[in-house]
């Protein structure tokens, strides 16, 4: 028995690559039978697998009285049986989830994970966290999900290996292999008598609900749940291909207030296949930070604003992430406290370079009335990008002082080929420009008369025509020194 679960797990391992050569190994242990195995069985591989180091965390969640004491007892003498360090933690995790506000359930999942990961980083870091759950454990997380109307990522069940080092090598053991296995090794355990009490969900299942369905069916139900697993994860990798081709036309960038979001064209996300685009956005989300929490139903809000016909709209997700259409734009990104807009005013001679602190930019003017120059900018000028953050004027038209400040209202302007004028706030909504970022635009003025607003254009009374004789040139940087 022995060799044939080693060899299984062994080979779950190697298959998965689940452990790395020289990788230290930081193992959960409870004290019960799964966790039991999985510490002997990586104790009987460490040097096939080449571990270096192999080490137990035990955590006491102090609500079980004196068995909780036991197994702990009992968890520190069969690591020292076998030489394995044992490092124990206890943890009030009723007081904890009471002040967190989060279930016992959740609670002490948390601790534990703290508590693996303070003892791997102590052991120098690099390694994996390796836990107990088996294949039973794996169909009854299935069928728990099947029950929440999960889709195919959740039908996938427990994956072998996580992002955060954390790794399942018993999940092709199944709990009759692993009991085999510690009777056959005269391996004692402890039992927890919770889990034999039908009081949560999860001990329904397991206790009540799969025996009856077996019983019903006469089939091995926990296989048949594990097999859909296995079609669900091979269905998911597959999508996942095109999920992530998807995610490459995705633009990062910065926002005004310094942080990152991901900007995807709404035409290419309306292309994709519903079953894409949600992962798409789950993507995305999961890149900015978003962790967890995100449910069919904000995924169906995503859906309805790509899909609908209103040129705006908002997808709220949790942890304060939201999915923003706007016009032709879709706009995945974390909420930030939004500072406020202080009025700024900067005056700008005609020859001068000046540092916007506020609006994080450095301006500059200059004149250029050389007559060769003129006409070499004056033919360049016709062919110039009208978005460019170096922009010419007619100096005449243009000249004297000029205003450098944030939105004010009242401002006009009046487009390039537009004969009369626009209300500022008009022409930004015609640009698409969102709302939260019109009063972060320095605006070049004289007046209430807007002459330039970088990215987007100039003012068609100052632009150059052929009886231009001196040419105002202005540009703008985000930081450094302007280029000459």
């Not at 999900?145 to 959740?154: K, L, Q």
């Not at 697993?229 to 597959?238: N, S």
């Not at 607003?453 to 052929?466: A, F, M, N, S």
């Amino acid at each position: 028995m022995k060799q044939e679960v080693c060899e299984k797990v062994f080979q779950t391992i190697q298959k998965q690559k689940l452990i790395d050569w020289n990788d230290n190994v930081v193992a959960g242990v409870s004290g019960g039978p799964d966790s039991v195995c999985l510490l002997h069985v990586l104790f009987c591989l460490k040097e096939r697998l080449g571990i270096r180091g192999l080490a137990a965390v035990h955590v006491n969640h102090m609500y079980r009285g004196q068995e909780a004491l036991r197994d702990e007892a009992y968890t520190r003498d069969f690591c020292q049986s076998l030489g394995i360090p044992c490092y124990v933690y206890r943890k009030d995790i009723l007081a904890i989830s009471r002040r967190e506000k989060i279930s016992g359930e959740e609670a002490g999942r948390k601790v534990r994970y703290e508590a693996f990961r303070e003892v791997l980083r102590a052991m120098g870091g690099a390694g994996k966290i390796a836990v107990a759950h088996h294949g039973d454990d794996q169909a009854e997380t299935i069928l728990m999900r099947i029950i929440r109307g999960t889709g195919i990522d959740g039908l996938g069940g427990m994956a072998y290996k996580r992002e955060d080092q954390v790794i399942r090598p018993l999940l092709d053991l199944r709990r009759r292999e692993i009991e085999a296995y510690c009777r056959e090794k005269a391996l004692s355990f402890v039992t927890d008598h919770t889990n034999l009490q039908p009081i949560y969900t999860r001990n329904r299942i397991r206790l009540e609900l799969l025996p009856m369905i077996e019983n019903i069916t006469e089939t091995d139900f926990c296989q048949s749940l594990n097999h859909l697993g296995k079609v669900a994860r091979e269905d998911r990798d597959f999508i996942q291909g095109f999920v992530q081709q998807a995610l490459q036309e995705g633009r990062r960038e910065q926002d005004q207030r310094g942080g990152e979001r991901i900007v995807f064209s709404l035409a290419c996300l309306r292309k994709l296949h519903p079953s894409v685009r949600k992962r798409v956005f789950l993507a995305a989300l999961s890149e900015l930070g978003l962790e967890e929490g995100a449910g069919s139903s904000h995924l169906a809000q995503a859906e309805s604003i790509c899909l609908n016909v209103k040129p705006v709209g908002e997808a709220e997700f949790p942890h304060q992430y939201h999915i923003k259409k706007y016009y032709d734009k879709v706009i995945c990104e974390k909420k930030r406290e939004m500072a406020e807009n202080l009025p700024y005013t900067y005056v700008l001679e005609e020859e001068e370079t000046l540092l916007l602190r506020e609006a994080g930019v450095v301006a500059e003017s200059r004149i250029i009335d050389h007559p060769g120059q003129v006409e070499a900018l004056k033919k360049s000028w016709f062919k110039r990008d009208r978005k460019a953050l170096c922009q010419y004027l007619d100096a005449d038209k243009g000249a004297g002082v000029l205003e450098i400040r944030n939105r004010r209202g009242g401002e006009i302007f009046s487009p390039l080929g537009f004969s009369g004028t626009k209300k500022l706030k008009a022409y930004l909504s015609e640009k698409k420009i969102p709302p939260e970022e019109r009063g972060r635009i320095p605006l070049f003025c004289r007046g209430n008369r807007v002459l330039w607003i970088p990215g987007l254009g100039i003012d068609d009374k100052v632009k150059i025509h052929e009886g231009t004789r001196r040419i105002r040139v202005l540009r703008i940087e985000q930081t450094g020194k302007l280029k000459t």
